[in-house]
Antibody
């Protein structure tokens, strides 16, 4: 059975960094287009970052508010997706989910709180 | 960016009665097979119900149906059950980065 498990969330001060991980099982991450989606009470669900499958190695994209601060990557040997988040802002506070790009598989989410 | 707008945002429904949620896109979706509906039950992660406008995911009851084309799409529940309580979102996965709809909260009257 395919499964995604996120980790790495927590409380961080504005300007700080966090790295989120998403461990996949039951399928190979590099065969799938993957995304990070976040959810805040005020803004609902929002795409954050996208990475193409191994057949599209250069396909990476971000929403405008996180460009230059967040980096999506994948470790094929670990079958794990990452989201490196730098220069965090209070408005990045959210539950972060990793998903397949078609939204057919979601993790349980990890909470990121950016606050002083 | 494609913006998806849902209505209503709150939908109180009597058990056993039908429910309908609409979703309008800001642009005509030439390839509307990106339209997807997800359900989020209280305290749970979102779960995909319908892809490509009308394809139900495995395990999704057939009381759920999706339809539409162009700029107007609909999710219908033929007879609402207690387990259907939650928030429903539409999104177009074919356009990056389209917005998710604001969500429609379905509750039992």
């Amino acid at each position: 059975e395919a499964r995604l498990v996120e980790s790495g969330g927590g409380l961080v001060k504005p300007g700080g960094s966090l790295r989120l991980s998403c461990a996949a099982s039951g399928f190979s991450l590099n065969d799938a287009w993957m995304t990070w989606v976040r959810q805040t009470p005020g803004k609902g669900l929002e795409w954050v970052a996208l990475i193409g499958s191994k057949s599209y190695p250069g396909r990476i994209d971000y929403i405008a508010p996180v460009k230059g601060r967040f980096t999506i990557s994948r470790d094929d040997s670990e079958n794990t997706l990452y989201l490196q988040m730098n220069s965090l802002k209070t408005e990045d506070t959210a539950v972060y989910y990793c998903t397949t790009s078609g939204l057919g598989l979601w993790g349980q989410g990890t909470l990121v709180t950016v606050s002083s | 960016d494609v913006v998806m707008t849902q209505s209503p945002l709150s939908l109180p429904v009597t058990l056993g009665q039908p429910a309908s949620i609409s979703c309008r896109s800001s642009q005509t979706l030439v390839h509307s097979d990106g339209v997807t509906w997800v359900q989020q039950r209280p305290g749970q992660s979102p779960r995909r119900l319908i892809s490509k406008v009308s394809n139900r995911d495995s395990g999704v009851p057939d009381r759920f149906s999706g339809s539409g084309s162009g700029t107007y799409f609909t999710l219908k529940i033929s007879r609402v059950e207690a387990e259907d309580v939650g928030v429903y979102y539409c999104v177009d996965i074919a356009n990056w980065p389209s917005t998710f709809g604001q969500g429609t909260k379905v509750e039992i009257k």
